[in-house]
Each structure stands twice: as C-alpha cells, then as structure tokens.
C-alpha cells in the first residue's frame, strides 16, 4: 500500500483532468450568458495534497502539476505552458506558507478561496501578455473570476470533504508507519 499510494493519487489527478473537461460542457440554464466558469479542480485537489499529504522534503503536488497541467495545456488550451506555470507557481507559494500554518479545515477553505484566484488572475495576465485574449479587467473580474471563484469554492468544499482525511492517512502510511 505504502509504494501504491502516489499512484492513487495520479489516479485521481486524471480522473479530475477529465472531469474538468467534461464539465466544461455543459451550460446551466439559470446562469447569466455572459458568466464563464472555469474549473480548477486538479488544482485545488493538489492543494489539498500539498496541505495535507506532503512533508518538507517530498514534492509529490509540484511533480503531479507539471505533469497534469502539461495535459491540461495540451488538450485543452491553445498555449502549453500556462497552466504549468500558474498551477505549478501558485503550489509553490502554498507549500511555503504552510511551513507556517496548520492543516485544517479554516486553512484550507481560506488557501483554497486565495490560490483559485490567485492561479485564475495569473493565467488572466499570462493570456493578455501573450495577447491571446484581450478582455478588459472590468470584464473579466466580472464574468469569469467571481463565477470561476464561487465555483471552485463549492467544489473545493466537496474536495476537501471526501480527501482531506483520507490524505491526512496516505501521509500517516507513506511518511511515518513502518511496515
């Protein structure tokens, strides 16, 4: 179990890359025309694996981005290597601050809400460096960093309900039991 647990955790990392694409898709009839939603579920379960599965000296959640965001870029953008960059960035700067924070539950609703936004406006200013798009801020701010945020939230509270205690186990098992 001990060797098998990283590849779990891959698995769920694909399994999260389809679903993203696959909700995506599809388009709720209440909600505004104008409002884009972005899924980042990948990487706010990455998030919760650098939070809750790693310690100082594994980087399980940066590999896993390069590898899942370097998909994300391929399949489903027009630019590879933004999504790298900004999942990858962002993790980073997570891993650093939990040096000084604790694992729970205040902490990782509030560096979930921070590390969506901070990862969605990053890739807002990598596309407008490289003028793939050219949205105003008013706009995007408006129609797709509220919509994206309020959904990931929600989504990162179904995450952080089915994985953090499982995760907080897997890293019980890897790092600290002997077998």
């Not at 953008?77 to 650093?96: E, H, K, P, Q, S």
């Not at 604790?102 to 990862?119: D, K, P, R, Y």
Request: glycine share 2%; hydrophobic share 60%.
């Amino acid at each position: 179990m001990k060797s098998m647990i990283p590849f779990l955790i891959a698995l769920i990392c694909f399994i999260l890359v389809i679903l993203e694409g696959t909700l995506a898709t599809i388009n709720l009839p209440f909600l505004q025309d104008e409002w884009v939603f972005v899924s980042h579920f990948l990487f706010m379960f990455l998030l919760y694996v650098t939070i809750f599965f790693e310690k100082e000296s594994t980087y399980y959640a940066i590999l896993l981005s390069i590898l899942f965001s370097f998909i994300i870029d391929i399949v489903y953008t027009d630019v590879i290597g933004v999504y790298i960059f900004a999942y990858t960035a962002v993790l980073y700067a997570a891993r650093g601050l939990m040096k000084v924070l604790q694992s729970n539950f205040l902490i990782a609703i509030l560096m979930t809400t921070v590390g969506v936004v901070a990862t969605d406006i990053l890739i807002f200013f990598l596309y407008n460096i490289i003028q793939v798009h050219e949205n105003s801020w008013y706009l995007y701010w408006q129609n797709r960093l509220i919509p994206t945020s309020i959904w990931n939230i929600l989504f990162g509270l179904l995450i952080y309900l089915i994985f953090a205690k499982k995760l907080t186990k897997w890293s019980y098992i890897k790092f600290e039991r002997s077998d």
